[in-house]
């Protein structure tokens, strides 16, 4: 046998090798995601005609292709559930990202981000930051609806041609929320994104002392509010008029000055009025 015959036959093994693999794991998450997801739980995500059996085939080629690798052990419902979303986002980032020239320049920095946060101060801003994102940093952000009973806020990572990807599911319809959602995952662009081969999933009822994400909770609120304002804020917390005074000078929208107090005090019934101002799923389009 020539060695050219042998070199090519060594090849094909390995490339036969490689798509069994493939094949096992994608085996691997579809019987996971079955055993875990009711159809009724993702009704509205499927594709004109497509049977729920095709789309968890669909969610797991997703999950276990390119360089981004979404898949994650679903032990519980809400892993599984976390994995069709972020299955989800993916999707949809590629096809935005192959429908127009998406380039990142692996720049985005903390002035960036504070440039980014002070579009808070204008709530109708929230429908036109995808485009300002894309055309201006090279960054994808996809508003996925949360899936009933998902317990998750946001993700981000990074696609093969290295697009960072944020993924927002306005689990909590906030303008607050929103906005810490979307710096958090912006701070962790700009400090971790040589990490974001894999996915970084955040859920913000549970609290994280990861070096990762007590760094990025930082720099996003001080992205927000800067520091030695949010003290001025926390010590006149009782004043609305003192709270919108001070969210004026940090160059923030008020809303988010009251989510923070409400955070940080656990008084939860603070500037209710305040924080639920705007329906943030209906202006994103996200309303059934």
């Not at 798509?19 to 995601?33: C, G, N, Q, Y």
């Not at 981000?156 to 927002?168: H, T």
């Amino acid at each position: 046998m020539s060695d050219d015959k042998e070199m090519t036959q060594g090849q094909d093994f390995s490339v036969l090798h490689g798509l069994s693999r493939s094949a096992s794991s994608v085996f691997k998450v579809f019987s996971e995601l079955k055993s875990r997801c009711k159809p009724s739980v993702l009704k509205g995500r499927t594709l004109p005609n497509e049977s729920f059996d095709d789309f968890l085939l669909r969610v797991a080629v997703s999950s276990t292709s390119g360089s981004s690798t979404l898949y994650r052990k679903a032990e519980t419902a809400n892993d599984a559930l976390a994995l069709v979303w972020l299955a989800l986002v993916k999707d949809r980032a590629t096809s935005l990202c192959l429908n127009r020239d998406m380039a990142f320049s692996s720049a985005f920095t903390e002035k960036d981000l504070r440039d980014v946060t002070r579009l808070s101060q204008d709530p109708s801003t929230i429908t036109t930051l995808p485009e300002l994102l894309a055309e201006r940093y090279g960054i994808i952000l996809v508003m996925e609806k949360y899936l009933p009973a998902m317990k998750l806020d946001g993700c981000v990572f990074k696609l093969i041609n290295g697009v960072p990807v944020i993924g927002i599911s306005a689990r909590y319809n906030r303008y607050d929320n929103f906005w810490f959602t979307l710096s958090h995952e912006l701070a962790h662009i700009v400090l971790h994104y040589e990490s974001l081969d894999s996915p970084i999933v955040d859920d913000f009822d549970q609290a994280s002392d990861s070096d990762v994400e007590v760094e990025a909770n930082r720099l996003a609120t001080d992205s927000l509010i800067p520091r030695n304002v949010l003290r001025k804020i926390m010590l006149n917390q009782g004043s609305l008029k003192r709270v919108v005074e001070l969210s004026n000078e940090a160059e923030c929208h008020p809303a988010i000055a009251a989510g923070m107090i409400r955070h940080r005090t656990g008084q939860w019934t603070l500037y209710s009025e305040l924080v639920n101002f705007m329906d943030v799923r209906s202006e994103l389009g996200l309303n059934d």
